[in-house]
């Protein structure tokens, strides 16, 4: 159940921050509204998922999905673009958070 809160925590934040730059600044109600409520809603889930997941752990689950994530949401739906030396910044990241996920931490 923790990993089920956890990803719905990542999905919420992924939903949060797509309504925030649709938003323009707060000044959109609707995308405002959505980003608050999906703000809300992660952060729950994931207070609930830590009463049983390693906080380093889930938070470096939750940082790295998050940050690839938002990369491609940016990239497909906003037409942002990446450069190579962005884009191989993100994959250490994304690396770091594997390499955390499989041996930083002690159960």
């Given at each position: 159940m923790a990993y089920f809160l956890m990803f719905f925590a990542i999905a919420m934040e992924l939903t949060g921050t797509t309504f925030l730059k649709m938003s323009h600044g707060f000044t959109l109600i609707l995308p405002t509204a959505g980003c608050l409520i999906s703000y809300g809603l992660c952060f729950f889930s994931f207070s609930?998922?830590?009463?049983?997941?390693?906080?380093?752990?889930?938070?470096?689950?939750?940082?790295?999905?998050?940050?690839?994530?938002?990369?491609?949401?940016?990239?497909?739906?906003?037409?942002?673009?990446?450069?190579?030396?962005?884009?191989f910044a993100i994959l250490l990241i994304v690396a770091g958070c594997v390499l955390l996920n499989l041996f930083g931490t002690k159960a």
């Amino acid at each position: 159940m923790a990993y089920f809160l956890m990803f719905f925590a990542i999905a919420m934040e992924l939903t949060g921050t797509t309504f925030l730059k649709m938003s323009h600044g707060f000044t959109l109600i609707l995308p405002t509204a959505g980003c608050l409520i999906s703000y809300g809603l992660c952060f729950f889930s994931f207070s609930r998922a830590l009463t049983s997941l390693n906080l380093a752990l889930a938070y470096a689950t939750w940082s790295g999905v998050g940050i690839l994530a938002t990369t491609l949401i940016s990239w497909f739906f906003f037409s942002e673009k990446l450069t190579p030396t962005g884009i191989f910044a993100i994959l250490l990241i994304v690396a770091g958070c594997v390499l955390l996920n499989l041996f930083g931490t002690k159960a």
